[in-house]
C-alpha cells in the first residue's frame, strides 16, 4: 500500500502512527491498493474518536459503580450504549486474512543528566508511601553545611583587613572625585585622572587643635566660649594677613600640590 501524498507532521506521535498502521492494514484486507493521505486522516480521527469515546464511556460506568478502575464489563456496558455489537468481536478477531504486522520498536531511553546532589537524601517514613517522590537534598529544607573552615591565620586576617581597606578607601575617592570638584593631570582631557581639588584655608593646622562638633555637645558651656572666641580670632587672622587667598581661589591658577611645577634649588657657590 502506498500513499499520494507525504506524511503529515503530527505522525510522530507514536499512538497516531500505530493507528495509522492499524488503519491502512484493514484497508488492505478490503481491497484497497493505495489511498490519499486526506483520507487517511479522515479515517484516522474518526477512529481516535470513537476509541476515546468508549473509554470515557466506560470510565463514567466504573465512575458510577464507585470504583476508580475500569473493568470489562463496563466496556462491554459502552460498547451496548454506542450501539455495536460485542458478541461478534471474538469471531472477527479469529478470521483467516487477517493482517499481521510488527509492533512498534520501542525507543532507546535517553539516559537523564545527573544532577549535582548535596547530602545523603532521606527516605520515606513509613506513612509516606514509596511512589511519591523522594525527598530533596537535605539542604534544602534542614541546613546548609560549610566545609570550608573560616582562615584564621594571622598573615591571612592581615592581609583581608588591608584588602578591605584599601577597597574601601578607593571607593571614597572616587565618590569624592565624582560628586565635588576635581583637577585633572591633562588640560585638555578633564575626566582622565582626575584629582580631589584642594580647598586652601588660611590656617590649616587649627583643625586639629580645636574641638569637633560632637566633642564640643558635650563639654559644659563655659568651655564652648573661649574655644569659640578663639576659632573666630583665627579667622579674622586668616583672613587679614592673607589679604589674596580669595582673589587666588577665584583664579585660574590650580592650589595643589601634585601639580605644582617643580622647582630647581639654586646653589650659591662661594
Given at each position: 500500500?502506498?500513499t499520494?501524498?507525504p ?12 493507528l495509522?498502521?492499524s488503519i ?6 478490503a481491497g484497497?491498493?493505495c489511498?490519499?493521505?486526506l ?8 477512529t481516535?474518536?470513537?476509541?476515546w469515546?468508549?473509554?470515557?464511556s466506560a470510565?463514567s460506568f466504573?465512575?458510577l459503580?464507585?470504583?476508580?478502575h475500569?473493568?470489562?464489563s463496563d466496556?462491554?456496558?459502552a ?22 504486522f510488527l509492533p512498534?520498536a520501542?525507543?532507546a531511553?535517553t539516559?537523564?543528566?545527573k544532577?549535582?546532589?548535596v547530602?545523603e537524601?532521606?527516605?520515606h517514613?513509613t506513612?509516606i508511601?514509596?511512589?511519591l517522590?523522594?525527598?530533596p537534598d537535605p539542604?534544602?529544607y534542614?541546613?546548609?553545611p560549610?566545609?570550608?573552615?573560616p ?6 586576617v ?5 584588602t ?6 578607593v571607593?571614597?575617592?572616587r ?7 576635581t583637577h ?11 584629582l580631589?581639588?584642594?580647598?586652601p ?7 586639629a587643635l580645636?574641638?569637633?562638633d ?8 563655659s568651655d ?5 572666641k ?5 579667622n579674622?587672622i586668616g583672613i ?5 587667598s ?25
Amino acid at each position: 500500500m502506498t500513499t499520494e501524498n507525504p506524511a503529515p507532521a503530527n505522525t510522530s506521535n507514536p499512538w497516531r502512527r500505530a493507528l495509522r498502521t492499524s488503519i491502512a492494514a484493514l484497508l488492505v484486507e478490503a481491497g484497497y491498493q493505495c489511498a490519499e493521505n486526506l483520507a487517511m486522516e479522515t479515517l484516522i480521527e474518526m477512529t481516535q474518536a470513537y476509541i476515546w469515546e468508549a473509554g470515557r464511556s466506560a470510565s463514567s460506568f466504573a465512575e458510577l459503580a464507585g470504583r476508580t478502575h475500569v473493568m470489562p464489563s463496563d466496556v462491554v456496558l459502552a460498547l451496548v450504549e454506542m450501539g455495536l455489537d460485542f458478541t461478534a468481536i471474538p469471531n472477527y478477531a479469529k478470521r483467516e486474512n487477517k493482517t499481521v504486522f510488527l509492533p512498534p520498536a520501542q525507543t532507546a531511553i535517553t539516559a537523564t543528566s545527573k544532577i549535582l546532589q548535596v547530602g545523603e537524601k532521606k527516605k520515606h517514613p513509613t506513612h509516606i508511601p514509596d511512589h511519591l517522590p523522594s525527598f530533596p537534598d537535605p539542604h534544602t529544607y534542614i541546613k546548609t553545611p560549610c566545609y570550608k573552615q573560616p582562615a584564621n591565620e594571622y598573615q591571612l586576617v592581615r592581609e583581608k583587613a588591608a584588602t578591605q581597606k584599601r577597597d574601601v578607601e578607593v571607593a571614597l575617592t572616587r565618590f569624592i572625585a565624582k560628586t565635588g570638584p576635581t583637577h585633572s593631570l591633562f588640560r585638555d582631557d578633564k575626566s582622565a585622572f582626575p584629582l580631589i581639588a584642594c580647598k586652601p584655608t588660611p590656617l590649616p593646622y587649627l583643625s586639629a587643635l580645636l574641638p569637633m562638633d560632637i566633642e564640643a555637645s558635650s563639654q559644659d558651656s563655659s568651655d564652648l566660649v573661649p574655644n569659640q572666641k578663639l576659632h573666630h580670632a583665627s579667622n579674622q587672622i586668616g583672613i587679614n594677613d592673607i589679604g589674596g587667598s580669595e582673589t587666588a581661589a577665584d583664579s585660574d591658577t590650580i592650589d595643589n600640590p601634585y601639580l605644582i611645577p617643580a622647582k630647581i634649588a639654586k646653589i650659591k657657590w662661594r
